[in-house]
């Protein structure tokens, strides 16, 4: 790192087992452009999991994860036009691109080549190891960091800075934001609950899609769904086909799509924002037959991210979360990758000691 950086401490994976404990290392020099971020509270996703424990292959140890942040500015560099010292702001799974590639300029930063991962990306300005959330500070460009409104919850609004626009993205983009509109959710986890809350507030009709009939109540009940539909049900399927103009599928684990298709009226879309490990098959039968589309989408550029936040403030929207301190992490790790939590968890960074390893 370059000499004078900041000191920062965080904690970190070593190795493959994913285990988190106290780092300490350093920030680099804040630049003209840059802002410095106390991070107050920062989200743990399932792509945290993937790198900590090495499953893509590109783990860069030691690693701090974390790309869900809020925090509060602290210090801005001189050429800093966008946020002064005391404002709320989130930065999320990218702080970084190149600024010169047509998806940069044209508002789809996450798409660009060079991106910059918060965490475990190379830093364009030093070739460093870009370390994430779960430390005490972070610092940005201006032009990578999003303003948050007051009126959200702050521990709430964190996961927003992925999950809420990793389906709010791809809504607005394929129109899935009409009021009357008939949207499926396919996955009632971090992402899917999100999305039936945007759903709701965009005045669309919503329909949860899930194999575990249990989630009915939630999704109905506390989350404003109209309707929920148990995939495993040939019956009900049956009885839902050709009804929908658009289904987001969030779920990363191996599932069959041909029925999820036949849901969608024709000229349907269907947008993917899990990411199975393995092929989905899709039979050009279903897609040709009834003119429809299936997409892909990843995360949203920084406007979009803002745009997003915007609408969650004036509906008071934020994710379902479950506070816990850094003392947990590795507890809570283990019960996301069992999917044990309703529906994000969420460190209060600010709260929690950094230095003491007690889990």
């Not at 991070?39 to 860069?60: P, Q, R, S, Y």
């Not at 910059?116 to 300005?125: I, K, R, Y």
């Not at 404003?224 to 995939?231: C, I, K, Q, R, Y």
């Not at 929908?244 to 599928?249: E, F, L, S, T």
Request: net charge negative; aromatic share 6%.
């Amino acid at each position: 790192m370059e000499q004078g950086g900041k000191a920062a401490l965080g904690w970190a994976a070593r190795d493959a087992s994913g285990h988190l404990s106290p780092y300490s290392f350093s920030r680099r020099v804040q630049g003209d452009g840059d802002v410095t971020i106390q991070v107050l509270f920062c989200g743990l996703c399932h792509t945290d999991l993937h790198v900590i424990k090495n499953e893509w292959a590109n783990a860069m140890y030691p690693v701090v994860p974390g790309h869900e942040v809020v925090g509060v500015v602290t210090d801005i560099g001189a050429g800093v036009t966008k946020f002064k010292a005391g404002e709320t702001v989130g930065v999320g799974y990218f702080v970084d691109s190149c600024r010169t590639c047509e998806t940069c300029r044209t508002g789809h930063e996450s798409y660009c080549p060079q991106l910059v991962p918060t965490s475990n990306g190379v830093d364009l300005h030093d070739g460093a190891t870009t370390q994430g959330g779960l430390s005490d500070a972070i610092i940005v460009s201006q032009d990578y960091v999003v303003r948050v409104p007051e009126t959200l919850p702050l521990a709430g609004a964190a996961p927003l800075l992925c999950a809420g626009v990793t389906v709010f993205s791809p809504m607005v983009q394929y129109g899935l934001n009409s009021p009357g509109k008939h949207l499926g959710v396919v996955g009632l986890g971090g992402l899917g609950h999100v999305a039936v809350k945007f759903g709701k507030a965009f005045g669309m009709t919503v329909t949860v899609i899930s194999t575990s009939p249990s989630k009915r109540q939630e999704a109905v009940e506390q989350l404003g769904a109209d309707a929920f539909l148990v995939s495993r049900d040939a019956e009900q399927m049956k009885a839902a086909a050709g009804t929908m103009d658009g289904v987001i599928d969030t779920v990363s684990a191996g599932h069959p799509v041909a029925p999820l298709l036949e849901l969608l009226k024709p000229m349907g879309q269907m947008v993917l924002v899990g990411a199975p490990a393995k092929p989905l098959e899709v039979p050009a039968f279903s897609l040709i037959a009834g003119g429809k589309r299936v997409a892909g989408s990843a995360v949203g550029g920084v406007g979009e991210c803002q745009a997003m936040l915007d609408f969650a403030g004036e509906h008071g929207i934020v994710a379902d979360v479950e506070v816990v301190g850094m003392e947990y992490v590795n507890t809570a790790i283990e019960r996301l990758e069992r999917n044990d939590v309703r529906y994000r968890f969420v460190v209060d960074v600010a709260g929690s000691k950094l230095g003491v390893d007690s889990a």
